[in-house]
C-alpha cells in the first residue's frame, strides 16, 4: 500500500469516528452542517489542484457552484405540464421528466433530477471552456481579476433574472434520488446516510485529484507550475493542460453546487458571490497551496465553524483576513510540505550559511 | 544530409535588429557551434528555431518540414529540444521527476487515464522510470535522483538539464551555452559529453562562448555579430578568419 492509501484510509476513519461521536454524544443535528461542509470540501479540493499544483488563480469558482446548483434548481422545479410542444412530450416518453408533488399538493411535472444534474454539468464545461480559453493567457494579478469578473457576472446574472427568483434564489428544490434508495436530501430521518453519501463523494473526488497528481499529467502541471518555457520547450501543451484543470475544478465545484442545492433543497445568489469565492480560495491557502490533504483538512474544520455560525456577523470578514495573513506572512500557504524543516531554518541560528552560493 | 535548414531570418525587437537576413544548414550527425559577441543574437537565433520566437521574415526548415511558424511546444513534438542560458530546471522538482518530465512527449496517459490510474498507466510510469534512471546512468547522476534538482552545484544542474533535454530523444539538440559557469575540467567533461551524445546520433547546435572547447569538438562554426553571419567554416578556418579575428579582438583595441 501506497502512502496515499494510508491517507485516504485514515480521513475515511476519521469521518467514521465523527459520525459515531455526534450518535454518542447525541449531537446527530451536527450532521447537516458536516454534510454541507463535505460539499464545499469538494469544491476546495477541486481549487487546490488548480491554484495548488497547476499554479492558476482563480477567483470565480463561486460562480461555477452556482452554475451547477441553479441549472438544478431551475430544471427540478420548472413545471412543464401545461406546456405540450413537441420537445417536452418527447422528454416525457423518454423518461426525462417526473411528476411529482409540491408542497401544497399541486401536481408538477419537472426535468429529471439526473438530467438536471447532467445539464448542469454539461453547462459548467461549455462555459468553463469558453471563458477559460482566453483568461488562462493571462497570469497573475490579471487571471485573479479576470476571474473575479466571471464570478460577478454569474453573480449578477442569477440576482438580476426573475425565472431563476432574483434575491429570493429558488426553493422546493426536490431530493436527488440515486440507485439503492438513496436520497441527497436535508430530511432528517435520511441525516446519517446523506453525511456518508457526501463525504463518499469527497473521498472519490480525492482519490481521482491524488491519483492525478502521481500520474505523467501531474508531474506536467507540477513542470508547467515551475518553469511554464521550459515545459513548453520540452513538449508540455501549458496552455492545454492549464485549461484542462481549469474544466476540472469547475466540473468539482459545479458538481458540488448540484449536490448541495439538492441537499438543501434550494440555492441564493449568496452562492455565486465574490466573497464565496475569496472563501474557498483563503481556505486552499491556509491549506497549503500544493497540498491537498491540508486544504480538505481546513475546508473540514473552517466551514463547519462557519456553518454552526463560530464566527457570527464576521464569517466573511474571517475568510478574508485569512487570506491577508496568509499572503503576508506564508504566501506559499500554512501547511506546506517543507514546514517543518522551514521552521527549523527559521529558528536554528545558523541560517546566515543559506546565502552562500 | 540537412536536418535544420535557416533560410533568410530576421527578427527585430523594437528598433533593435537582433537577427539580420540570417541563413545557414546544419548537417544531421553533426555539431555545429554558433558564435558570437556578446548581444550578437545568439539567444535569439536559438528563440526563433525553437519556437519561443517567431521570425518577421525567412523560413526555418527542421526534417523537411517549415516550423517557423510552430509553438515550441510542437517543435519539440517533432524531435527539437533545447536548453537555456539561465538554467531553467523544474523546482521542488527531484532530478528523476525533472527527467521523467522530460520523457512527456514518449508517453500518452491524460487527464481521464491518470486520474482513473488505469492499469495501462503503470506500465508506461514504469517505462519512464526505466529510462529516466538509464540517462541518469549515462550521466553518471544517479546518486542524486532523488535530490530536488535546482539544490544540485551549478556544473550538475547543467548535466541534469541536458538529461531532460534527451529524455525527449531529440533529433536536434540546442545547447545555449552549456559550459557557461563551469570550470575547466568540468568543461571537458562537457566537452566529452556533447561528443558522446553526437555519437548517439543526436545533432547537437551549441552556443559557447569558450573557444578551445567549440574548436575542440565541433564540425563547423558559425559566427555572428550583430545579427549577422560573418563567417561559416570548419573550426580550424574560422581562427585564421581575418573578419572573425576583427570582431572577437578588434573592438578591444578602439
Ligand atoms: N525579447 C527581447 N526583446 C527585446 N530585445 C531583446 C529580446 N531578446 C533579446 N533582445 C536583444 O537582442 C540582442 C541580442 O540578444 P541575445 O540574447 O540574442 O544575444 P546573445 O548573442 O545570446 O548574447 P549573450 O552572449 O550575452 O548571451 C540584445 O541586444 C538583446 O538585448
Ligand atoms: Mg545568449
Redesign the pocket.
Known amino acids: 500500500m501506497e502512502r496515499k492509501h494510508f491517507a485516504v484510509a485514515g480521513f475515511t476513519g476519521l469521518i467514521v469516528a465523527i459520525q459515531l461521536a455526534t450518535r454518542i454524544t447525541g449531537t446527530e443535528y451536527f450532521l447537516t452542517q458536516l454534510t454541507m461542509t463535505a460539499y464545499y470540501s469538494l469544491v476546495i479540493v477541486g481549487l487546490c489542484m488548480l491554484i495548488g499544483y497547476a499554479g492558476q488563480i482563480s477567483l470565480g469558482h463561486a460562480g461555477f457552484f452556482a452554475i451547477g446548483g441553479y441549472v438544478t434548481a431551475f430544471l427540478t422545479t420548472w413545471d412543464l405540464k401545461s406546456n405540450h410542444g413537441a420537445f417536452v412530450s418527447l422528454l416525457e416518453r423518454s423518461g426525462a421528466l417526473v411528476s411529482r408533488q409540491d408542497v401544497y399538493g399541486g401536481n408538477l411535472l419537472t426535468v429529471h433530477p439526473w438530467l438536471a444534474c447532467v445539464s448542469a454539468i454539461l453547462l459548467t464545461v461549455v462555459v468553463a471552456y469558453l471563458v477559460g480559453g482566453p483568461v488562462l493567457k493571462l497570469k497573475g494579478h490579471y487571471l485573479a481579476m479576470a476571474t473575479l469578473g466571471i464570478g460577478i457576472i454569474v453573480y449578477r446574472i442569477v440576482l438580476g433574472t426573475e425565472f431563476l427568483g432574483a434575491s429570493d434564489g429558488i426553493s422546493e428544490v426536490p431530493g436527488f434520488p440515486l440507485p439503492g434508495g438513496l436520497v441527497v436530501t436535508g430530511d432528517s430521518s435520511l441525516r446519517i446516510s446523506n453525511y456518508y453519501l457526501a463525504w463518499g463523494v469527497v473521498i472519490l473526488g480525492m482519490v481521482l485529484l491524488l491519483n492525478l497528481i502521481h500520474s505523467r499529467v501531474g508531474r506536467a502541471l507540477a513542470a508547467l507550475h515551475g518553469a511554464e518555457d521550459a515545459a513548453e520547450a520540452m513538449g508540455i501543451p501549458t496552455a492545454r493542460y492549464k485549461l484542462h484543470t481549469f474544466v476540472l475544478s469547475a466540473v468539482f465545484a459545479s458538481l458540488a453546487g448540484v449536490l448541495l442545492t439538492h441537499f438543501n433543497g434550494g440555492i441564493g445568489p449568496s452562492e455565486a458571490g465574490v466573497m464565496k469565492s475569496v472563501r474557498y480560495v483563503a481556505i486552499v491557502a491556509i491549506g497549503g497551496m500544493a497540498n491537498l490533504w491540508g486544504a480538505l483538512s481546513m475546508s473540514l474544520v473552517l466551514n463547519y465553524l462557519s456553518l454552526r455560525g463560530y464566527f457570527g456577523t464576521y464569517d466573511d470578514a474571517v475568510f478574508g483576513a485569512i487570506l491577508i495573513l496568509i499572503m503576508l506572512f506564508a504566501p506559499d500557504g500554512l501547511l506546506r510540505r517543507h514546514l517543518f524543516s522551514d521552521m527549523k531554518r527559521l529558528f536554528s541560528r545558523d541560517h546566515a550559511g543559506e546565502e552562500a552560493p | 544530409m540537412t536536418l535544420l535548414s535557416i533560410r533568410g531570418v530576421s527578427k527585430r525587437?523594437?528598433g533593435?535588429q537582433?537577427v539580420n537576413d540570417l541563413s545557414f544548414d546544419v548537417a544531421a550527425g553533426s555539431i555545429k557551434a554558433l558564435i558570437?559577441?556578446?548581444?550578437?543574437?545568439?539567444?535569439?537565433?536559438f528563440?526563433l528555431i525553437s519556437g519561443s520566437?517567431h521570425p518577421d521574415r525567412g523560413e526555418i526548415v527542421f526534417g523537411g518540414a517549415e516550423i517557423q511558424a510552430m509553438s515550441s511546444c510542437e517543435v519539440a513534438v517533432r524531435g527539437m529540444v533545447r536548453t537555456f542560458?539561465h538554467i531553467r530546471l523544474f523546482p521542488k522538482m527531484t532530478v528523476l521527476e525533472n527527467i521523467m518530465a522530460g520523457r512527456h512527449v514518449h508517453s500518452r496517459a491524460g487527464f481521464i487515464a491518470g486520474m482513473l490510474s488505469l492499469p495501462f498507466t503503470w506500465k508506461e510510469e514504469r517505462r519512464i522510470r526505466e529510462r529516466s534512471f538509464g540517462i541518469m546512468e549515462m550521466l553518471g547522476i544517479v546518486p542524486h535522483a532523488e535530490t530536488e534538482a535546482v539544490s544540485l552545484a551549478y556544473g550538475q544542474q547543467r548535466v541534469v538539464e541536458i538529461g531532460r533535454a534527451l529524455a525527449c530523444e531529440p533529433k536536434l539538440l540546442l545547447l545555449?551555452?552549456p559550459a557557461a559557469g563551469l570550470n575547466m575540467r568540468e568543461t571537458n567533461e562537457m566537452g566529452r559529453l556533447i561528443s558522446r551524445i553526437r555519437d548517439m546520433g543526436v545533432t547537437v547546435l551549441l552556443?559557447e562562448?569558450d573557444m578551445s572547447l567549440v574548436m575542440k569538438i565541433s564540425d563547423e562554426v558559425v559566427v555572428?555579430s550583430y545579427?549577422e553571419k560573418i563567417a561559416e567554416d570548419r573550426p580550424l578556418s574560422i581562427q585564421k578568419n581575418r573578419e572573425v579575428i576583427r570582431v572577437y579582438l578588434g573592438d578591444d583595441e578602439c
Open positions: 525587437f523594437g533593435l537582433a558570437g559577441p556578446n548581444g550578437a543574437g545568439k539567444t535569439t537565433i528563440n520566437l542560458q545555449d551555452e552556443v562562448h555572428v545579427g
